[in-house]
């Protein structure tokens, strides 16, 4: 269970930024289906015409002319045998007749699309894409309405974004809040813990009230130099007036073994269509595979809700490595079983007598591919959950090496790392100096964005060497404390009292 703290805390060579790669693999993306959609009935409708006899041919066009293309003609060997020549002048005949209006309507749904997620010149390279679209007085007119759309828009305060984030979320309140008095892990879970019916609600009042999800990339420009050194410069984010940025980010998405029997979900998982969900297992003992955490209900409001996305982002995912991660497990001490093994995962062990570590990565790196695919990031979370203030670091380069061999290989190799414990490298004001070690270290190993926690609105400390942001807690402590007029750090982004479930008991103070 994580615990949290308050923190206060050119030369260059232009290169293509990581975010211009990351935007244009999104448009491209979003592109495909398209010109899948083209290809597949440009392919049909020539197999008909490479097929047809040349009668037939004239009563597909009506002139007596061939169909023109500038795709290759499929060969003959490549159709069944048994499909008579008339059947394939009908189909021909049916999929040409459908062939502009279904191209023409997918090029209008993939353009709108990219307008809603603000991407107006995407948009209307989509539109300028289908031929003789200057002829077609809707799509010109789409052209004009994406051109006003962007010209309205007005520049992100970088330094005015903030970044949220939860845990797992908790699927049965009255199953993990149960017995405060006695269950230290219970006081825990209420008061770092986030209901689904709490965060759905969350994200529906941020929504309304015009906050739209944006990259922790899309803040910077990133530019690398002949010497392989990362600069940063503060990037230009553009949204309509009446919209806010904001960040998220996820911690410890592992599904510890800590929280087996407290109604969290226990694994991510691959629905038949390939989309992450998660796996629950419900008080009878029965699994069922659902929206049941972060990913999958935020991945379902953006589909519903496009405009809710700068450009496709999704958040960060923090992980550490100690229990594996996505609820696989991962690490190699589940093969090796040293000495001092936790008394949970030997537990695990003895239960799952058929574990082959290699088959936990397998299936785990499968569903990180795919949530990746969706557009989230994975980040370092230490480890071990390791306190980076207080380690030395001794402690930090160990537990740094193990993430890398046991995380890195199945989520991919990462730029950020966000902090456990909310603790930091160096004071908010004081910055990360050339002097200090663990920055040094950590950017040796790749790291250029930071996070912390914090509780403060906006913390962003953008420099030429790295990005800084802090992070904001929605958890049961924040809710609950905002909810009955004690605090006030949460009312800039929903009022509390709206949208604390009525199954969280009283939530304990921290110690």
């Known amino acids: 269970m994580e615990k949290h703290q308050d923190t206060f805390e050119k030369n260059t060579v232009r290169e293509p930024s990581k975010k211009y790669i990351q935007r244009k693999r999104y448009m491209q993306k979003r592109l495909i289906k398209t010109f899948f959609i083209l290809f597949v009935m440009t392919g049909i409708g020539i197999t008909a015409a490479v097929l047809v006899p040349k009668g037939d041919k004239d009563s597909v066009t009506g002139q007596g002319e061939t169909l023109e293309t500038g795709v290759k003609p499929v060969d003959k060997e490549e159709v069944s045998k048994d499909m008579k020549s008339e059947e394939v002048t009908a189909q021909g005949k049916d999929q040409n007749q459908e062939n502009p209006d279904d191209v023409r309507a997918a090029v209008i749904e993939q353009a709108d699309l990219l307008a809603a997620g603000y991407d107006y010149d995407g948009a209307m390279e989509t539109v300028k894409s289908y031929e003789g679209y200057e002829r077609d007085s809707e799509l010109t007119a789409k052209i004009t309405d994406y051109e006003n759309r962007k010209a309205s828009c007005v520049p992100v305060d970088i330094d005015k974004v903030t970044h949220v984030f939860y845990h797992s979320l908790v699927v049965d309140p009255e199953l993990c809040f149960a017995n405060q008095d006695t269950d230290p892990q219970a006081v825990g879970n209420n008061q770092w813990m986030t209901t689904i019916e709490e965060f759905n609600k969350i994200t529906q009042i941020m929504y309304d009230e015009g906050y739209v999800l944006v990259d922790l990339h899309d803040m910077v420009n990133e530019t690398t130099d002949e010497n392989g050194n990362v600069h940063f410069e503060k990037a230009e984010i553009m949204l309509p007036p009446d919209k806010k940025a904001f960040v998220l980010s996820i911690d410890d998405l592992s599904y510890y073994h800590s929280y087996d029997g407290y109604g969290y979900a226990s694994k991510m998982v691959l629905d038949e269509d390939g989309k992450p969900k998660c796996e629950y297992i419900q008080r009878d003992g029965t699994t069922v595979v659902g929206d049941y955490d972060v990913i ?216």
């Open 296 to 511: 999958p209900l935020m991945d379902k409001f953006i589909e519903e809700h496009p405009d809710a996305s700068y450009r496709g982002a999704r958040g960060s995912i923090a992980l550490t490595g100690y229990n594996g991660i996505l609820g696989y497990r991962t690490d190699i001490s589940y093969q090796t079983v040293p000495a001092d093994m936790n008394a949970d995962k030997l537990k695990w062990l003895e239960e799952h007598p058929d574990f082959n570590l290699e088959t936990e990565r397998a299936e785990a790196k499968k569903v990180a591919d795919a949530i990746k695919a969706e557009g989230w990031r994975f980040a370092s979370h230490t480890w071990g959950h390791l306190k980076v203030g207080e380690a030395s670091m001794e402690r930090l380069r160990a537990d740094t090496e193990k993430w890398k061999e046991n995380v890195e290989p199945l989520v991919g190799s990462t730029d950020t790392i966000i902090f456990a414990h909310g603790q930091d490298l160096a004071e908010w004001t004081t910055g990360y100096t050339p002097d200090n070690e663990k920055y040094n270290y950590l950017k040796e190993q790749g790291f250029h964005y930071f996070c912390n926690v914090d509780s403060q609105q906006y913390a962003v400390q953008i420099t030429d060497t790295y990005f800084r942001q802090g992070r904001r807690n929605l958890d049961g402590y924040r809710i609950y404390y905002n909810s009955i007029g004690e605090m006030d750090s949460l009312s800039d982004l929903f009022h509390a009292s709206e949208v604390i479930d009525p199954k969280r008991p009283p939530v304990p103070r921290l110690n």
